[in-house]
C-alpha cells in the first residue's frame, strides 16, 4: 500500500469522526473541543495499530488467502458503513457532561473506532507499514474531528448521512483496488 492509498484511507476512516464531531458542535461543546481532539486522535492512531498486529499474526496462519480475506473485510465494511447511514438515530440520553468527560469521550472514540480495527486488521493481513498508517488515520481524524467541531452548529443533520455513505463507497472501492493489487 504506498502512501497515497494510506491517505485515502485516513480519510475514509475519519469521515466517522467528522460526521460525529458536527453532532457534537451542534451541542455547544466549545468549551471541550481539545479534549475531545486529544481523546479521538489518541484513539485513532492506537486501535488501528492494535487491529495491523492481530491481522499480522493470523496472516502466518492464512498467508494464501490474505489479500482475498483483507479485500472482503474492506469490502464488507464499506457496505456496513452505507448501510448503517440508513438506521434511524436514537436521540442521546445522556447529559453533554458525561459526554464531554474523558470517559464519554473515550468511549465514544472507542465505538467509533471499531471499523479501524477491522481496516487494520485487514490491512496486517498484507504488508502495510503501520506506524505510517496509524500517523494518517490520526491525522485525519484530528483534522476532521476539529473541523467537525467548529462547523457542527451550521450543518443538517442529514450531512452526515451523505458523509458516512461516501466514506462507505471509498472503502468499497479500496477494497477492490487492494483486491487487484493497483496502487496509484
Same mark, same amino acid.
Given at each position: 500500500?504506498?502512501?497515497?492509498?494510506?491517505?485515502? #484511507?485516513? %480519510? $475514509? =476512516?475519519?469521515?466517522?469522526?467528522?460526521? /460525529?464531531?458536527?453532532? +457534537?458542535?451542534? @451541542?455547544?461543546?466549545?468549551? &471541550?473541543? #481539545?479534549? %475531545? $481532539? =486529544?481523546?479521538?486522535?489518541?484513539?485513532? /492512531?492506537?486501535?488501528? +495499530?492494535?487491529? @495491523?498486529?492481530?491481522?499480522? &499474526?493470523?496472516?502466518?496462519?492464512?498467508?494464501?488467502?490474505?489479500?482475498?480475506?483483507?479485500?472482503?473485510? +474492506?469490502?464488507? @465494511?464499506?457496505?456496513?458503513?452505507?448501510?448503517?447511514?440508513?438506521?434511524?438515530?436514537?436521540?442521546?440520553?445522556?447529559?453533554?457532561?458525561?459526554?464531554?468527560?474523558?470517559?464519554?469521550?473515550?468511549?465514544?472514540?472507542?465505538?467509533?473506532?471499531?471499523?479501524?480495527?477491522?481496516?487494520?486488521?485487514?490491512?496486517?493481513?498484507?504488508?502495510?507499514?503501520?506506524?505510517?498508517?496509524?500517523?494518517?488515520?490520526?491525522?485525519?481524524?484530528?483534522?476532521?474531528?476539529?473541523?467537525?467541531?467548529?462547523?457542527?452548529?451550521?450543518?443538517?443533520?442529514?450531512?452526515?448521512?451523505?458523509?458516512?455513505?461516501?466514506?462507505?463507497?471509498?472503502?468499497?472501492?479500496?477494497?477492490?483496488?487492494?483486491?487487484?493489487?493497483?496502487?496509484?
Amino acid at each position: 500500500m504506498d502512501i497515497l492509498d494510506m491517505i485515502l #484511507l485516513g %480519510i $475514509v =476512516i475519519a469521515s466517522n469522526n467528522l460526521a /460525529f464531531s458536527f453532532g +457534537l458542535g451542534a @451541542l455547544g461543546t466549545k468549551a &471541550y473541543h #481539545l479534549r %475531545i $481532539v =486529544i481523546v479521538f486522535t489518541i484513539v485513532e /492512531f492506537t486501535i488501528p +495499530l492494535i487491529g @495491523l498486529f492481530i491481522g499480522r &499474526y493470523i496472516s502466518s496462519f492464512i498467508e494464501n488467502y490474505a489479500d482475498l480475506i483483507g479485500s472482503i473485510i +474492506l469490502i464488507g @465494511l464499506g457496505f456496513y458503513t452505507i448501510f448503517t447511514s440508513y438506521k434511524t438515530k436514537k436521540e442521546t440520553t445522556e447529559s453533554l457532561e458525561y459526554i464531554t468527560s474523558v470517559k464519554g469521550l473515550l468511549l465514544i472514540a472507542l465505538g467509533l473506532s471499531t471499523d479501524n480495527l477491522l481496516v487494520g486488521f485487514s490491512l496486517g493481513l498484507g504488508d502495510v507499514n503501520p506506524l505510517k498508517l496509524a500517523f494518517f488515520i490520526a491525522f485525519f481524524s484530528m483534522v476532521f474531528t476539529f473541523v467537525g467541531l467548529k462547523t457542527g452548529k451550521y450543518i443538517k443533520s442529514t450531512f452526515g448521512k451523505y458523509v458516512q455513505i461516501f466514506a462507505g463507497v471509498l472503502l468499497i472501492i479500496l477494497g477492490i483496488i487492494n483486491y487487484l493489487g493497483f496502487s496509484f
